[in-house]
């Protein structure tokens, strides 16, 4: 298991002024940094990821489906747009040197419709990943589609649910990605949901139930890291929490308040956890 730290602590879109933070969260003592990107256009992504390495940390490489972008519309040129956007993702994923492009990758974060998600829908999102895991396959990358809670996405909420999507998709290419902040709300068992997504578990994120410190709160940490164990996890476990005082993040994670002393203590204790964990 590695431990990695999301960039979306500090920077809503990280880039070449941010380099600075590699060799401090080196020095914190985590093995990679995943970087979050919500635009991928002029991203120096071969540089970004060559500091990395020169620093000895691995990199993984995060995003999300946001605004209108949404894989499920009704409107096939949407849908056209959003494929183009996930296939940008891989490619930056690969040039950077991530094996993982990670996030919700169906329906735009915070879209929610007032129903539940029609058949329509569903055919979409499997036309548009298995194209989309098509392209991650042939780029060496491993895309980690996200359950979000149902205050984030009416899509798909549940491990159980990704399972399903993995099955109908059918691409070694492409997995899941389990985030604990969201499996406390959504799901009855850790363990449970870790197991459902068996061989399909691509990425995990470590992430408090008030998207504090891993081990400062409630998620049941005991549970989900011998459930990892059990599978035999070699994956990334990366802690991801969002900046409170960053405005755009705040505003996008609805942060209310500082979940720890600070940014950069929130990551050292989060650390420190998960090493003892
Ligand atoms: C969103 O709630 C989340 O957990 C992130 O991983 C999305 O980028
Ligand atoms: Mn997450």
């Known amino acids: ?23 401090q969260v080196k020095r914190w003592g985590f ?13 120096p992504a071969r ?9 000895g940390l691995g990199v993984t490489f995060c995003s999300a489906l946001t605004g209108g972008t949404s894989l499920i519309s ?20 690969r040039e950077i040197g991530s094996d993982v492009f990670l996030g919700p990758f169906c329906a735009p974060v915070g879209f929610l419709p007032g129903r539940r998600p029609n058949e329509d829908e569903w055919r979409w999102a499997v036309e548009g990943l298995k194209a989309a895991a098509a392209h991650a396959e042939a780029a060496g990358v491993r895309i980690a589609n996200e359950p979000l809670n149902r205050f984030e996405t009416y899509f798909v909420n549940t491990a159980a649910r990704a399972r399903e999507l993995c099955d109908a998709v059918g691409s070694p290419a492409h997995g899941i990605l389990f985030d604990t902040f969201h499996a406390n709300i959504e799901e009855r068992s ?16 470590a992430c408090e139930n008030d998207r504090g410190a891993p081990g400062s709160g409630h998620v049941g940490w005991a ?44 990551a050292q204790e989060g650390l420190r956890f998960i090493r003892n964990a």
């Open 1 to 23: 298991m590695k431990i990695g730290l999301n960039t979306l602590l500090f920077t809503a879109g990280f880039d070449r002024e941010h380099l600075p933070l590699l060799g």
């Open 31 to 43: 093995d990679g940094i995943e970087i979050a990107r919500f635009a991928f256009d002029g991203f």
């Open 47 to 55: 540089e970004i990821g060559q500091a990395a390495k020169d620093e």
């Open 74 to 93: 009704d409107d096939a040129a949407v849908r056209g747009q959003a494929l183009d956007f996930l296939k940008q993702g891989i490619d930056t994923a």
């Open 190 to 205: 850790f363990a449970q949901a870790l197991r459902a997504c068996g061989p399909h578990l691509a990425h995990v994120h």
């Open 223 to 266: 549970e989900t890291f011998a459930a990892l164990k059990e599978m035999d996890y070699q994956g990334w476990v990366v802690i991801e929490s969002f900046g409170a005082r960053i405005p755009e993040i705040a505003a996008a994670a609805c942060i209310w308040r500082d979940l720890a002393e600070s940014p950069e203590a929130l």
